[in-house]
């Protein structure tokens, strides 16, 4: 009778490692495919949009409002033709002959409010972090962007998306 104690008690304890190995084991395949499919998500939103990149000359405060009137600037510069850009690649082509006159436009809002920074505007791949929009979250990753360079370009920088 002792034994067959012991072997019931032995039987119910595999019986529970079997299911915490089962329920352990759907967890981490559940997690993966979650992870597969964020992964998936992120590649497709990282790939089909341009973020927008303003660098300020420094962090003084007059250097981070010129940076926000550039910025102001320059959207109104190109908001018309970026609106009839139906895909990521569109709305490069569009920037690309573009580069000009966002310099000349940046140029132009700097020298207004008294300053005689350079402007560099380049297309390029930059890393971002994750960022939270009104209804829509941005992940961590590498982005095709429209940079604009005030000066030394050492002050904070802003950023959104300017396509689409």
């Given at each position: 009778?002792?034994?067959?104690?012991?072997?019931?008690?032995?039987?119910?304890?595999?019986?529970?490692?079997?299911?915490?190995?089962?329920?352990?084991?759907?967890?981490?395949?559940?997690?993966?495919?979650?992870?597969?499919?964020?992964?998936?998500?992120?590649?497709?939103?990282?790939?089909?949009?341009?973020?927008?990149?303003?660098?300020?000359?420094?962090?003084?405060?007059?250097?981070?409002?010129?940076?926000?009137?550039?910025?102001?600037?320059?959207?109104?510069?190109?908001?018309?033709?970026?609106?009839?850009?139906?895909?990521?690649?569109?709305?490069?082509?569009?920037?690309?002959?573009?580069?000009?006159g966002i310099n000349e436009t940046a140029?132009k809002v700097i020298n207004e409010e008294?300053?005689?920074?350079?402007?560099?505007?380049?297309?390029?791949?930059?890393?971002?972090?994750?960022?939270?929009?009104?209804?829509?979250?941005?992940?961590?990753?590498?982005?095709?962007?429209?940079?604009?360079?005030?000066?030394?370009?050492?002050?904070?920088?802003?950023?959104?998306?300017?396509?689409?």
């Open positions: 009778m002792k034994y067959l104690y012991k072997i019931k008690k032995i039987l119910k304890n595999e019986w529970k490692t079997a299911v915490i190995s089962i329920l352990c084991g759907t967890a981490v395949a559940i997690g993966a495919a979650l992870n597969s499919y964020a992964d998936s998500i992120s590649s497709r939103i990282t790939d089909s949009v341009v973020r927008f990149h303003v660098l300020a000359n420094s962090d003084s405060e007059a250097d981070q409002e010129l940076k926000l009137k550039v910025r102001d600037a320059v959207i109104e510069y190109l908001r018309p033709g970026m609106e009839d850009c139906i895909s990521r690649e569109d709305a490069e082509k569009y920037l690309r002959g573009h580069i000009s140029r008294g300053y005689e920074y350079d402007v560099k505007t380049e297309l390029s791949e930059e890393s971002y972090p994750v960022r939270y929009y009104a209804n829509a979250v941005f992940p961590e990753g590498v982005y095709h962007s429209l940079r604009v360079i005030i000066g030394d370009g050492e002050g904070h920088n802003w950023w959104c998306v300017m396509y689409p």
